[in-house]
C-alpha cells in the first residue's frame, strides 16, 4: 500500500514553478535556445547593439522603440521637426547623436532636450532651422555642430567645457560672450558678425584655429586685444571681410593667416612684429597698390615660407622680403619690370608665379633669374614675352610660358636645363622655322610638352627622349611623316586634335617603335584620321605559372 502511494504522489502534477526560477539554460517547450532578435526601429539597420542609423529615412517623427543600450544614434538626412524629450532623455548612454540636415526648430528642441545625456561627446545638429542655440549641453561633450542654422542668439551656458565647436553659416552679429575656455577649434564663417567684443576671447588659451571667414568684419570691430591672449593659436582664417588694415596684436605661435579678399590697401610693419612664427601669410585679392608692400614691411616674418599676393595692384615685386621663403605666388598683379636684383635676396625660392601680369622680355633683366638656385617651379604664363627670358635656373623642374607672343626658341637659353620635366608653351606665335637646331637637345629629362595653339606645320623634329606626352593640338599640321617620332620612343600620349589632318594624313609607320603609346587624340580634324596604334607586348608568364 505504501508502494502504491508513493507511485501516485510520482505522478501528480507538482506546483507551478516560482517565477524567476526556471533554468534559463534549459530549453521550454515552443522556445529556441537562440538569444532573442535585436530591436531595432522599423525601416532603420542595427549593425551593432550600440549602433541604430536611420540616416535618409523621411522620418517625420522620432522613432519610438530605440535601444537604451544605444550609444550611436544616426538621423541625419530625414525630416524632423521637433525632438520629444520622453524618448531623448532615456538614451542615457548616447555618445554619438547627428541629426544633421533636418528641418528642427528651437521650438521643437526643448531646453532640457540634452541635459540628461551625461556620456554624449558629439552632437551633430548642423543644417536645421534653429535660432537660439540649445540652451544646456552636457560637461561631457566635446564636439558640437551647429553649422548652416538660423541662430541669433546663444546663451551663456550653452557650450560648457567644448574643446570643438562649429558655428558656421548662421546669423550670428558678433562674436559669442562666455565660450568655453578648454576650446581648440571655434568655427564661425558665414556669419553677420561685425564686431568682436572687448574681451571676448580673453579666456580661450587652448585655441589653436578660428575660423572668422566670410563675416562682416570691420578695423573697428578689432582691437589690439582681440587676439593677443591667444597664446596656442597657430591658425586664423580672417578672408573674405571688410578689414583695410592687418590686425594688431597678433600672437607669436601663429603660423597660418588667411587675410585674402579684403580691402586691405598698405601692410604696416608693426602689425607683423608680434607674429615672427608666422608661415603662411596669404593676402591675396586685396587693393595693395605700388607702395602697398613697402622695403622691409615683411622682414619681421624671418620664417615665412609661403607669401601669396595674387590679385593686388602690385607694379613690382616687393623689396626686402625674408630671405627663407619658399613660395611668392604674384600672378594677376601690374609687374611690368625684372631688375636684376629684384629677386636677388631669394635664393632659398623653390616656387615663382609671375603669372598674367604685364612682363615684356625688354624689362626682364638677363640675370634676373640667376640668383635663385633652388628654383623648381617658374610661372610665367599670360605675360607679352616674345623670347625665353635668359639665366633660367638647371634646378628647374617646371617652367609655363604659355599664353604670351613667343616667336622664337633659341637653344642657347635653354641650355643647363637638364632636370626640366614639364614645358608648357601653349598659344603662342611658334612656327617650325622658328625652333631652332639643337633646341630640345639639352631637355633630356623633358616628360611632358605643350606646344599647342601654335602655328607649326608638322611636328617638330628631334624631340627629347624622355619625353611621354606631347601636346601639339590646335595647329596647321597636315602630314605626319613615318619618321615624326623616331627620337621619342617613350611616349605614351600624344595629342592632334583640332589640325588639318585628313584620312590617310598619318603615316602606317608612324608609331611603329611607339611600345608605351596608349592615347592618340585626333579628333576636329577635317576627315577623320586612320590611326594604327602598335602592338602591345605581350606579358611574359611568371616563373612556375600555368
Not at 614639364?422 to 629629362?445: C, F, K, M, V, Y
Not at 616628360?447 to 606626352?469: G, I, K, R, T
Request: glycine share 6%; aromatic share 4%; hydrophobic share 40%.
Amino acid at each position: 500500500m505504501r508502494l502504491s502511494l508513493l507511485l501516485l504522489l510520482l505522478l501528480l502534477p507538482g506546483p507551478p514553478p516560482t517565477p524567476g526560477m526556471e533554468d534559463a539554460a534549459f530549453p521550454h517547450l515552443g522556445e529556441s535556445s537562440q538569444p532573442p532578435p535585436r530591436a531595432c526601429p522599423p525601416r532603420c539597420s542595427c549593425p551593432r547593439a550600440d549602433t541604430v542609423d536611420c540616416n535618409g529615412l523621411d522620418l517625420q517623427v522620432f522613432p519610438d522603440n530605440i535601444t537604451r543600450a544605444a550609444q550611436h544614434l544616426s538621423l541625419q538626412n530625414n525630416q524632423l521637426q521637433e525632438l520629444p524629450y520622453n524618448e531623448l532623455s532615456r538614451l542615457r548612454s548616447l555618445r554619438t547623436l547627428n541629426l544633421h540636415n533636418n528641418l528642427i526648430s528651437s521650438e521643437g528642441l526643448p531646453d532640457e532636450a540634452f541635459e540628461s545625456l551625461t556620456q554624449l561627446q558629439h552632437i551633430y545638429v548642423a543644417h536645421n532651422k534653429l535660432s537660439v542655440a540649445p540652451q544646456f549641453l552636457p560637461r561631457s561633450l566635446r564636439v558640437a555642430d551647429l553649422a548652416a542654422n538660423q541662430v541669433t542668439e546663444i546663451f551663456p551656458l550653452t557650450f560648457g567645457e567644448k574643446p570643438a565647436l562649429s558655428l558656421s553659416s548662421n546669423r550670428l552679429s558678433y562674436l559669442p560672450p562666455s565660450l568655453p575656455p578648454s576650446l581648440e577649434r571655434l568655427h564661425l564663417q558665414n556669419n553677420l558678425i561685425s564686431k568682436v567684443p572687448r574681451g571676448a576671447l580673453s579666456r580661450q588659451t587652448h585655441l589653436r584655429e578660428l575660423y572668422l571667414q566670410h563675416n562682416q568684419l570691420t578695423d573697428s570691430g578689432l582691437d589690439a586685444t582681440t587676439f593677443s591672449k591667444l597664446r596656442h593659436l597657430e591658425y586664423l582664417d580672417l578672408s573674405h571681410n571688410q578689414l583695410a588694415s592687418v590686425p594688431a596684436g597678433l600672437p607669436r605661435t601663429l603660423a597660418v593667416l588667411h587675410l585674402g579678399r579684403n580691402r586691405i590697401r598698405w601692410v604696416e610693419a608693426a602689425r607683423l612684429r608680434g607674429a615672427r612664427g608666422l608661415r603662411y601669410l596669404l593676402l591675396q585679392h586685396n587693393q595693395l597698390g605700388a607702395e602697398g608692400l613697402p622695403a622691409g614691411a615683411l622682414r619681421p616674418l624671418r620664417g615665412l615660407h609661403t607669401l601669396h599676393l595674387y590679385g593686388n595692384g602690385l607694379h613690382r615685386v616687393p623689396p626686402a622680403l625674408p630671405r627663407r621663403l619658399r613660395a611668392l605666388v604674384l600672378p594677376h598683379n601690374h609687374v611690368t619690370t625684372l631688375g636684376a636684383r629684384d629677386l636677388a635676396g631669394l635664393r632659398g625660392l623653390a616656387e615663382l608665379n609671375l603669372a598674367y601680369n604685364r612682363l615684356v622680355s625688354a624689362r626682364v633683366h638677363r640675370r634676373a633669374f640667376r640668383p635663385l638656385r633652388a628654383l623648381r617651379s617658374l610661372d610665367l604664363a599670360g605675360n607679352q614675352l616674345t623670347r625665353l627670358p635668359g639665366g633660367l635656373p638647371g634646378s628647374l623642374r617646371t617652367l609655363r610660358l604659355q599664353r604670351n607672343q613667343l616667336r622664337a626658341l633659341e637653344p642657347e637659353l635653354l641650355a643647363g636645363l637638364d632636370q626640366l620635366r614639364e614645358l608648357s608653351l601653349a598659344h603662342n606665335r611658334l612656327r617650325i622655322g622658328d625652333i631652332g637646331p639643337g633646341t630640345w637637345h639639352e631637355l633630356q629629362a623633358l616628360q611632358v610638352l605643350d606646344l599647342s595653339h601654335n602655328e607649326l606645320s608638322f611636328v617638330p623634329p628631334d624631340l627629347p627622349e624622355a619625353l611621354e606626352e606631347l601636346h601639339l593640338q590646335g595647329n596647321r599640321i597636315g602630314h605626319v611623316g613615318s619618321e615624326a617620332f623616331l627620337s621619342t620612343p617613350r611616349l605614351r600620349a600624344l595629342f592632334l586634335r583640332a589640325n588639318r589632318l585628313h584620312m590617310t594624313s598619318i603615316a602606317p609607320e608612324a608609331f611603329l617603335g611607339l611600345l608605351h603609346l596608349r592615347v592618340v587624340d585626333t579628333a576636329g580634324n577635317p576627315e577623320q584620321v586612320l590611326v594604327r596604334l602598335p602592338p602591345t607586348t605581350p606579358r611574359q608568364p611568371r616563373a612556375g605559372g600555368p
